[in-house]
């Protein structure tokens, strides 16, 4: 028996440390999703008028995971030092459980992204884009958030429309039925901005002169953070799942190998 | 890039294209990216297009005449029986669909001094340039509507159509015209395409997700089916 005694500690060490890893990514993963919650570039307005704000759903579920990750590793370097059937039990009854929402959380992460296309934001932008006459106050909200969101991001990152300019002349557009082409073939905010924040040559910048205006689209500035919250939340939960499997199935063989 | 410019310009000034037959020519598309817009075209000022009929002492000006294409069946006449220039507005012609409207008028361009297109850099000469080297048909969008507006109205074309223009010199003090161009190619302005036409349908599913969740899937179906063994192996 004194064999089997080692194999039992061997496999309790490395279930302890499973455990241990498990916790630590917990941790990590509640802080990655927390901050991908916060929204640091400010896109979550395009994403909730777009309807499809799963990645976000996403997150919060990962948030929630994270912690009850690191709460179940602690409950299970106890069970596992102990030996106790019941605690083992609970914890892998509840560890399952866990395992389910994040396999949610990151098959969601990964399926959602696939629908936030260009096509997508360039007809949220032409129909939502400074619409004057809104149905009720959700669409009244959505559109207020879709403005102020491009108007920074024009603004910031010195860019125009999805895919560049032409989209406001190649489409008509709640804009476009505001305001005049002749004055605004697109918005001021595509035009380069001196220091006090109006455009350095109006007729420049109407015109198309190369120097006076964003010749640019802003596609990039705005699946390059979606990408990395979509991506981030399902590959680091992917390898999470990855590592939990295996602990759960060494729980499960020392559990059913523990003596009463 | 600046040396193409300034060849650019001068060849436009009718020096080394001597075989260009004189007509208003649209804005350098380096220079007007955007252009024709949907309401609104950029021409060229006629540099040196009427310098053969120019007398030093005398004062002229220059009248701008646009009018849509399928006017030219109806109507392509600029002047009257008195070789007196027309003074049709837009209103009159219905925006040029009867016959042309005077769209503008300015003075001589300076053929000797052409504005150097290389200054669009400099913030500070860029609004002296754009306004010597071009004009922009199309561009006032209120003048229609005010009823106090008492100069030429140059209110915006209407989109998805071609439109001619002609340059025409006429003497100040008397009045009657003294040269003309060609009426110019015809320049069609933009078309919209309606936004609810965008397909936003995602097409195929990317590689990434199909494999996290077949992995996925499998590793779940692994672990439950454990927890039955394990369980039903501790019930016996």
Known sequence: ?260 | MCSCWVVLAFCCLGQLCADQSLKPQIAAPQLATNNPTLTTVALEKPFCMFDSSLHPNKSYIIYLYAMKESASVISSLVMDNSGKPLDSTFQQTSGGQLGPYKAALFDVPNCASPPRLADIGDVNKVSDVLKQYLFRVGDDGTCLYDPNFLAVCNPPLAPDTTYRFKYVLLDSTEGIMKDQTLWSDPIKTRRVKLPLKIDTWPGRRSGDMIVITTILSVLVFLLLAGFFASVSSAVM
Not at chain 1, 84 to 93: A, E, F, K, Q, S
Not at chain 1, 199 to 220: A, E, F, I, Q, T
Not at chain 1, 247 to 260: C, H, K, P
């Open chain 1, 1 to 260: 028996m004194a064999k089997s005694d080692d194999g039992m500690r061997i496999l309790q060490g490395l279930l302890v440390f499973g455990n241990v890893v498990i916790g630590m990514c917990g941790i990590a993963l509640t802080a990655e999703c927390i901050f991908f919650v916060t929204d640091p570039h400010g896109l979550y307005s395009l994403l909730e008028a777009t309807e499809n704000d799963d990645i976000y759903a996403a997150a919060w579920i990962g948030i929630f995971v994270g912690f009850a990750l690191f709460a179940l590793s602690i409950l299970g370097i106890i069970g596992v030092l102990k030996s106790n059937r019941t605690l083992l039990l609970v914890y892998i009854i509840l560890m399952l459980i866990t395992y389910a929402f994040e396999m949610a959380s990151c098959i969601t992460a990964a399926t959602q992204r696939d629908f936030l296309t260009p096509n997508l934001f360039l007809k949220q932008m032409l129909e939502r884009y400074n619409k004057s006459d809104t149905d009720n106050n959700n669409d009244k909200w959505m559109t207020e958030g879709v403005t102020k969101t491009w108007d920074k991001l024009m603004l910031q990152n010195h860019c125009c429309g999805v895919r560049g300019p032409s989209d406001w002349q190649e489409y008509t557009s709640a804009f476009r039925i505001r305001h005049k082409d002749a004055d605004y073939p697109w918005p001021h905010n595509c035009c380069v901005m001196d220091a006090q924040g109006s455009p350095v040559n109006l007729d420049g910048c109407k015109l198309g002169v190369p120097g006076y205006y964003n010749s640019n689209g802003c596609y990039d500035a705005i699946s390059g953070p979606m990408n990395t919250q979509a991506w981030g939340v399902a590959w680091f939960g992917f390898a999470i799942l990855c590592w939990t499997f295996c602990v759960l199935l060494g729980t499960m063989f020392y559990w059913s190998r523990i003596e009463y």
